[in-house]
């Protein structure tokens, strides 16, 4: 992979096919006054595992890289944690390799160099004292409710919402600082916090980054939805062909309908910029798809418009569409099955930081429970003098 030289072009490729960016001077003025390479950071919290999706900020730190770039990816260990559990701390750590292992593989699979990539633990500093006590002086700057609406769309929101999905937020606004960036990257989902640490970390003394944002892409659910509830609507890294046929040949993909389309969103956020990446040509787009004669016979798209044109006009049925992306994401998994099973840190990951669940044990015999002498129902004259009743409570928490 090949680094472009100009500060403009330089800025082409840190911004191309992004939804939004904060504070471009900052980016403008590293590369074009200080002429030093830019530093970012993409963070990602170990919750889940990690789908095809993540295929998308990849190509951006491919970009990154290839713009000369100094990247870190923070892995998120406490992130996870803190987001209301999703990890629990016995099986992050595992996880948190798991993600390395993936990312640094799905990167070599498409020619990045990952030598040049920083990977961090959040926990190897944010326990530490001066980052515990900005996170206190930056509690005493961020009120409850815009905390509360910074991790409005990132973090799970439920019922009876923990005190932690207050303190996230301001831990990544915090991580700014702690990994020396000028910019940090993520999804435009990030874009409450981007906002909340610029507004906030001046007042600890630090200075603002820029925000560069990546559009949300649809996945495959129905309405281009990914749901952690529906595994159908995401395809996992290390799928077996057999399965990713399954999952793309069941994905939402109305006839004639492009927009929120999961299946052709993936052909153009994935798949084109990926192989743009490994030909070097922003023009190259290369698409096969593998059609039945009676359908019109095998048929290769070189543009993306082109496919979305024959699709919205019928002439490219769904289910020929779906072959062909199904085929085109086998080959894209292939190199990443293959570092997995050729790791055995890998494994071990993938085994311990998502331990299968445990078949259910045989129900107990219910015993008697010891109720005590105070409860609806028990005799008057079985009222309980205090020593009774303290005995009551002892032989009940020993039942
Ligand atoms: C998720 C999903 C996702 C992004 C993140 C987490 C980001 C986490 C994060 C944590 C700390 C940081 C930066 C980012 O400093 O799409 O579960």
């Known amino acids: 992979m090949s680094i472009v030289e100009s500060p403009e072009e330089k800025l082409e490729l840190i911004t191309r096919n992004l939804q939004e960016v904060l504070n471009e001077n900052i980016i403008k003025d590293v590369l074009e006054v200080q002429k030093r390479p830019l530093k970012v950071y993409w963070g990602t919290a170990p919750t889940g595992k990690p789908h095809c999706g993540y295929f998308v900020p990849m190509v951006k730190l491919a970009h990154l890289l290839k713009a000369g770039c100094e990247v870190t990816v923070l892995v998120a260990d406490l992130h996870a944690f803190l987001d209301n559990m999703k990890a629990p701390l016995e099986v992050v750590k595992y ?47 961020v009120s409850q409710n815009d905390a509360k609406r910074a991790g409005a769309d990132v973090v799970k929101q439920v019922a009876n919402p923990l005190l932690s999905g207050l303190i996230y937020p301001l831990m990544q606004a915090l991580d700014e600082e702690y990994l020396g960036v000028d910019a940090q990257f993520g999804g435009v989902d990030q874009r409450k916090i981007f906002v909340l640490a610029e507004e906030n970390l001046p007042s600890l003394g630090y200075k603002k980054r820029a925000h560069l944002m990546n559009p949300m892409v649809p996945g495959l659910g129905q309405g281009g939805k990914m749901s952690a509830s529906d595994p159908n609507s995401k395809i996992d890294m290390l799928e077996e062909p057999k399965q990713i046929r399954k999952k793309i040949s069941s994905a939402y993909c109305a006839p004639g309908e492009v927009e929120g389309n999961g299946v052709i969103s993936f052909v153009e956020n994935v798949l084109q910029p990926v192989q743009q990446l490994a030909a070097e040509n922003t023009n190259h787009f290369n698409f096969f798809i593998n059609r039945p004669d009676k359908y019109g016979g095998p048929i290769t798209y070189t543009s993306v418009d082109d496919l979305k044109a024959d699709y919205a006009a019928g002439s490219l049925s769904p289910v020929d569409l779906k072959s062909g992306v199904a085929d085109s994401i086998v080959e894209l998994l292939a190199p990443i099955k293959k570092s997995f099973d050729s790791d055995p840190e890998f494994q071990e990951a993938a085994e311990k930081g998502y331990p299968v669940a445990q078949p259910k044990q045989e129900k107990k015999q219910k015993k008697p429970k010891n109720k005590g002498t105070r409860y609806p129902g028990a005799g008057k004259d079985a009222s309980p003098t205090v020593a009774e009743a303290a005995e009551g409570i002892k032989s009940a928490s020993l039942s």
Do not use: C
């Open 95 to 141: 996880r948190a390799k798991f993600y390395e292992k993936i990312i640094k593989s799905v990167l070599a699979s498409i020619n990045v160099p990952v030598e040049k990539l920083k990977f961090v633990l959040g926990s190897s500093y944010q326990t530490s004292e001066n980052y515990t006590m900005d996170l206190f002086r930056l509690s005493n700057v």
